[in-house]
């Protein structure tokens, strides 16, 4: 694993990020296949978009205060 990706899951916990979120997160960024359909979460949707882009500019958006 890179230390991007390790930093960013760091981060993501420490903030205490939705699981959901980071589960998306997780998966984009490694470029896995999304979840089936019914499984599929707005948080996980949102983490697997910023993965995918390698962006870690919407976790505060996920964080629960």
Same mark, same amino acid.
């Given at each position: 694993m890179n230390q991007f #990706? #390790? $930093?960013a899951v760091? @981060?993501?916990e420490q903030l +205490?990020? $939705?699981d959901e979120y980071i589960q998306g997160w997780q998966c984009g960024f490694l470029q896995n296949p999304k979840r089936e359909e019914q499984r599929l979460t707005e948080a996980y949707e949102a983490g697997y978009t $910023? +993965?995918?882009e390698k962006s870690t500019d919407n976790f505060s958006k996920?964080? @629960?205060a």
């Open positions: #990706y #390790y $930093d760091t @981060k993501m +205490g990020v $939705d $910023d +993965g995918e996920w964080a @629960k």
